[in-house]
């Protein structure tokens, strides 16, 4: 065959094989674009464990009408412009991937509506970035993305999709995931009609502490050890649990770097130092913590998921990390358990 450019829609659909893999990575690329875009409530509707539908919809800034064809298109944001933007990124998302690539995969509608605009306007995606003329619609300040029957063109991707009730728990558990990164941030969650999350701004700390109830499990907090660290220029706040309520499994760990759950080695390392003396063997601690900084000492254009990130200052982070939940935990084996690092 000669060499030759690939169309659009086949692009976008490559494309998707990276970021689409399931429902739940829709979900997860959604919930960001809301949180970038400053909602404060954010309503998800689920139908058959997202696979039939994911509608989100949120009271964040809204699209102009003239740009909502260029939501679709690939490589399109509005969240970097220039190569300097790279090195200090404050969004969640900021490829301009997200959307086409589900579109590109799904029956997808994007409706929105700015504070300038006296109307809603709604443009369907059709994976082939045609011109498209947006059609006026009825809708409050915000976006809703409806997104259905995933993978109904892509039949080889959709074989690999698991039971409803599999492809719901791995849906839920990224809300849950986003719903604890995001305390000033309304949820809600519905699966086939039923309502199943319902959680108001979390602002004061008895109320953040009733979230993560409600979304980790109350053990947890119930026995868990709050801090409020600041160092060098980087701001440590949570709760780690009590050697006691760590667990045969490592499934209460959540680690958000300005806002983004990461996964990473350097921070699993310290955190496994910090309790190395406390903790039986094959035991994993419970935590929720929070590490803010400067954006520009992190790269978070690490990963195509955007789970690792790079630490410009590994080092520091790692030492600030492993000393505080080193003190909290000896303070705390010394008897004093109101250990609040304030
Ligand atoms: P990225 O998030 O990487 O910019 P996306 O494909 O996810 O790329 O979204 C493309 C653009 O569409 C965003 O840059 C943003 O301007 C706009 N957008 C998407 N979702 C929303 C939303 N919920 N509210 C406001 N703007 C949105
Ligand atoms: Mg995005």
Known sequence: MPIRRLPPELINQIAAGEVVERPASVVKELLENSLDAGARRIDIEIEQGGIRLIRIRDDGAGIPRDELLAALSSHSTSKIAAIEDLQAIASLGFRGEALPSIASVSRLLLSSRTAAADSGWRIAGDGAERVREPEPVPHPLGTTVEVRDLFYNTPARRKFLRSERTEFSHLDDVVRRLAVSHFDVAFSLAHNGRPLLRLPVAGERMAQEQRIAELAGGEFIAQALHLDQQVAGLHLWGWIGLPTAARAQADRQYFFVNGRMVRDRLIAHAVRQAYA???????????????????????VNAHPAKHEVRFREGRLVHDCLFRTLHEVLARTRAGRHDVAAE
């Open 277 to 299: 003396d406390v903790l039986f063997h094959g035991r994993h601690p419970a935590f929720v913590l929070f590490l803010e900084l400067d954006p520009k000492l992190v790269d």
